[in-house]
């Protein structure tokens, strides 16, 4: 997020920065090897243990 102001994202967007930032998730969510797009390596669990439980998010 470097170089965004903070107001500038939406909690949203924050906490999807986070996760997909975040080592431990990289078998869900993780950056492409350019690091300008991210990869969801599994959906199932990209749903239920990052966008219901931690964002809210009940559908996709």
């Known amino acids: ?6 107001r500038a994202l939406s909690p ?3 906490a999807l920065y986070m996760f997909v930032d975040d080592p431990s998730m990289d078998s869900i969510v993780s950056w492409s090897k350019s690091n300008r797009s991210f ?3 599994d959906p199932v ?3 239920t243990r990052i966008l219901s439980r931690s964002i809210g998010i009940c559908e996709i």
């Open 45 to 47: 669990g990209f749903h």
């Open 39 to 41: 990869i969801i390596w």
């Open 1 to 6: 997020m470097a170089g965004l102001s903070d």
């Open 12 to 14: 949203f967007y924050k």
